[in-house]
């Protein structure tokens, strides 16, 4: 466990603004994005193309920097730590579901849900990695590896790393982009379990139907947050998404 303010917020992020800079100019991808993600919430961010999700959550996760404001992590402030401790904060304080690698192919699946533990030096606790496997339904597969595994099968296994490192925060990127739909509806059944058992996920997601699991969705444009709805359906979120993409 990672020391934290149990008040604090799970994730903030205050008047955070990222700038590329390139030989072709300036794109400012984020401008001041300012919002606190409780604990124990699930947050959808939506948005067009380029509106700064991505680099929404590289900030939030402390895979990048920001130019100018603040990130904290359960009271935490990410630019507080130096490399090395901003790699261990990681480790023991947040969980990936991204598309790509968040899973090494030369490992189990039980090896993947107790490499952040193992990593960390801490004990890992074998019945308790096979139970997070058998909620995520890979029980009768942890002897296999990523490679061997479906899509939506290694999205469990990193589902089941969360479950079983129960870090404060759970990142995901468009986590049933490559999916089918029943199997996509599962890996959300899954993140939302997370958020109702107290854990915080923070996603983000062009898919209205996914959005609809969240407590919360975050509309981005031009990197600034342009709107927000509490428990919407996938109808209403989409309606507001075609807004915001008409030209
Ligand atoms: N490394 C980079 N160098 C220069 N510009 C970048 C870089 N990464 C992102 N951008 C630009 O910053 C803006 C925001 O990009 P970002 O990837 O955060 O958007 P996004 O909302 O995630 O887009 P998408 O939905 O297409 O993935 C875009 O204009 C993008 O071209």
Same mark, same amino acid.
């Given at each position: 466990? #990672?020391? =934290?303010?149990?008040? %604090? ?19 400012? @991808?984020?401008?001041?994005?300012? &919002? ?16 700064? +999700? ?16 603040? *990130? ?15 790699? +261990? ?7 990936? *579901? ?27 606790? +074998?019945?308790?990695? #096979?139970?997070?496997? &058998? ?19 290694? =999205? ?16 995901? $990127? ?24 107290? =854990?915080? *996920?923070?996603?983000?997601?062009? $898919?209205?139907? @996914? @959005? ?11 990197? =600034? ?10 109808? #209403?979120? %989409? ?9």
């Amino acid at each position: 466990m #990672t020391t =934290q303010t149990l008040a %604090a917020p799970a994730v903030a992020l205050e008047s955070v603004t990222r700038t590329y800079r390139s030989r072709a100019g300036s794109v400012h @991808a984020l401008r001041g994005f300012t &919002h606190a993600f409780a604990r124990g919430t699930f947050t959808a961010i939506m948005g067009p193309s380029g509106s700064g +999700k991505s680099t929404l959550l590289h900030l939030a996760a402390g895979l990048d920097r920001p130019d100018h404001g603040r *990130v904290t992590i359960g009271g935490t402030a990410l630019d507080s730590l130096g490399e090395t401790a901003l790699t +261990k904060f990681r480790r023991t304080s947040m969980a990936f *579901v991204f598309q790509s690698y968040n899973l090494l192919d030369a490992l189990t699946a039980f090896d993947n849900v107790a490499l952040p533990a193992r990593l960390a030096g801490v004990h890992v606790d +074998k019945a308790a990695v #096979t139970d997070a496997l &058998h909620r995520v339904g890979l029980r009768d597969l942890a002897r296999r590896r990523p490679p061997e595994l479906s899509g939506g099968q290694q =999205q469990r296994v990193a589902i089941a790393r969360a479950l079983y490192g129960r870090p404060n925060v759970v990142f995901a $990127d468009e986590p049933t982009g490559a999916l089918d739909r029943n199997t996509g509806r599962e890996v959300l059944a899954l993140l939302r379990a997370l958020a109702d058992d107290e =854990q915080t *996920v923070v996603m983000v997601t062009h $898919d209205p139907l @996914a @959005a609809s699991y969240a407590d919360e969705t975050l509309f981005l444009a031009d990197g =600034q947050v342009v709107g927000r709805l509490h428990h919407a359906d996938a109808a #209403t979120i %989409a309606a507001r998404m075609n807004d915001l993409e008409r030209p």
